[in-house]
């Protein structure tokens, strides 16, 4: 891979007009670079850390290669439109060798309620209609009306929202599809499933189903989003990238340098620099300055505008924005190394524990743990399995400690982690070969996310996604990508916010 070494200021390297500079290579960030080289733009991504991919990263330690986020990953299907993953790195001439993940999540949950979604739609219905046999017609009937929304957005291309002719184009080429998005976009997903279902217990399940990627319950989780996420998973399925996640970072890399596209890693974007209220150009901390004719944010929206923008208040939009969401809590990580045989074979890749629906959304509430040794081996040592472990954390929680304090609440927390996961995994505290715990501080620190949130949620019940931001700010000429930009968290949503950003500024720039 070759890189950009950091160029002093006022040399011949940063006096070049590019087409658009991109601030961070998460996800969002890279799908909008590859996206507008392949257009043919010259275009810079500038990454404060030593490689790419944000929270879709990762990091390796004594023969572990662990994901630092994201495991569970959508959109690498092989039909219709949804598959952004792979679309995207076929856009660059690239691919990824993906292992088919057969189970999306085994649910650990209150009352011995036990759940695995199959890949097989029919299977899991069979299961969790097992559980709720008095709900058979509306669970059938809540599921099935998450298709209905997938199969609208599966029928067209996913591109900017805000491009009029597009717009126009996808109407006329399939109105149907678009009428029903336009009936989802304001709902949210526990309203649709109150009108099918009544057991308390089950709805709870809902609640977590949607709880688990957007990290509000039901009622405040847009039917859009919960449409693509509960039906892909049966359709494009969950497949997890070989070689680990960090793969997919590096791949995009790749495919935006074949296309004359550049990315220079420890280049942490300090100001956006505006002229006229025009964004032109970037200043990075050691003082060089780059120009360009669009400059792209991947960094959070309280980032940019809060810290890069020399701005005395913000705009109107940003208010609003803030009004109506605010971060979420970031995550108390584990990374553990185990010994094998503490893994019974016939394990599931991924999990989620709950002993009690009362603290589903509280800190060390949900635990998530993700396996991926059990579909990809080459990540751990021989006779060793990865444990990717998580739960929400606020940073308050750990801010003012002493260095000693800070250790010794780490090792605690992480301590009460893996009790928990003992009734899962009995003799997991004694199969530990290596453990590395990250606090919302270290999420800050490396993943350079405001609070180290992982992204925005909704302050109160809104109406579905319409409240939440596209591409285009209040700025002009700035744009911004990446989770805090419709449709919100997630690989596959921010690759969506990726190509419908390089569709917006691919108009604009004429390419
Ligand atoms: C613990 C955890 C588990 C998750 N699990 C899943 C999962 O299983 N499946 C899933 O789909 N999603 C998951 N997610 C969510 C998913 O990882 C994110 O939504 C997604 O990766 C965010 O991508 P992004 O493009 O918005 O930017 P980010 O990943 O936030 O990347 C932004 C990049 O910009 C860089 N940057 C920021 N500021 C600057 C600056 N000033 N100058 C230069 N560079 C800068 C950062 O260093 C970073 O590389 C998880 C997230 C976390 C934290």
């Known amino acids: 891979m070759t890189t950009v070494s950091p160029t002093p200021v006022n040399t011949a390297a940063n006096s070049q007009l590019y087409d658009a500079i991109v601030i961070g290579s998460g996800i969002g960030g890279l799908v909008t670079a590859t996206q507008l080289a392949a257009k043919g733009a010259n275009v810079l991504v500038l990454e404060k850390y030593i490689i790419p991919g944000g929270s879709a990263g990762y990091f390796e330690r004594q023969g572990y ?114 009428l029903g998005l336009v009936k989802y976009l304001p709902q949210n997903v526990g309203d649709i499933a109150r009108r099918y279902i009544s057991d ?50 590096q ?67 940003e208010q609003k924005w803030q009004e109506n969401y605010q971060k979420s809590p970031s995550f108390l990580s584990l990374h553990l190394g ?23 959304e509280d800190p060390e509430g949900t635990i998530f743990l993700s396996i991926p040794t059990l579909l990809d081996p080459s990540l751990a040592p021989p006779g060793h399995h990865i444990f990717h472990t998580f739960t929400p954390s606020w940073i308050d929680d750990w801010q003012g400690l002493s260095p000693q304090d800070y250790h010794r609440k780490k090792e605690e927390a992480a301590a009460r982690i893996v009790q928990r996961l003992e009734t899962i995994f009995p003799g997991l505290e004694a199969g530990l070969d290596y453990q590395e715990v990250g606090t919302p501080r270290t999420h800050r620190r490396f993943l350079g996310r405001d609070d180290g949130t992982y992204g925005p949620i909704p302050r109160r019940k809104l109406k579905g996604l319409l409240a939440m931001p596209f591409n285009q700010t209040a700025i002009p000429r700035l744009y911004c990508v990446g989770d805090s930009t419709f449709p919100g968290q997630g690989l596959n949503a921010v690759a969506f916010s990726g190509f419908a950003c390089a569709h917006r500024v691919g108009v604009d720039l004429g390419v």
Not at 339 to 358: F, R, S
Request: aromatic fraction near 10%.
């Open 65 to 178: 290669r662990f994901d630092v986020g994201a495991s569970m990953i959508f959109g690498f299907g092989s039909q219709g439109t949804t598959n952004l993953l792979t679309r995207a790195l076929e856009a660059v001439d690239t691919s990824l060798e993906t292992i088919l993940d057969p189970v999306q999540i085994h649910y650990h949950l209150p009352n011995n309620l036990d759940v695995r979604v199959h890949r097989n739609y029919e299977k899991f219905l069979e299961e969790l209609i097992a559980q709720f046999p008095h709900e058979a017609e509306g669970i059938r009937k809540f599921y099935d009306e998450c298709w209905q929304v997938f199969n609208c957005l599966n029928a067209m291309e996913l591109l900017s929202l805000e491009e009029p002719r597009y717009l126009t184009r996808v109407f006329f080429q399939h109105p149907l599809a678009c």
């Open 200 to 249: 308390p217990a089950l709805l709870k399940f809902i609640d977590i189903e949607c709880y688990c990627w957007s990290v509000v319950p039901g009622s405040k989780t847009p039917m859009i989003n919960a449409g693509m996420v509960f039906s892909d998973r049966h359709y494009g399925g969950i497949n997890y990238p070989k070689g680990g996640v960090g793969q997919i970072a």
């Open 251 to 317: 791949k995009l890399v790749e495919g935006l340098e074949k296309k004359g596209g550049k990315i220079q890693y420890k280049a942490r974007v300090k100001e956006i620099i505006l002229e006229n209220n025009k964004a032109v150009g970037v200043r990075l901390a050691d003082g060089t300055e780059y120009r360009g004719k669009r400059i792209i944010s991947n960094a959070t929206r309280w980032d940019t505008f809060e810290k890069l923008l020399p701005l005395k208040t913000l705009p109107k939009k």
């Open 338 to 360: 185990i010994k094998a045989e503490v893994v019974p074979k016939g394990t599931d890749c991924h999990h989620i524990l709950l002993e009690n629906w009362e603290n589903m």
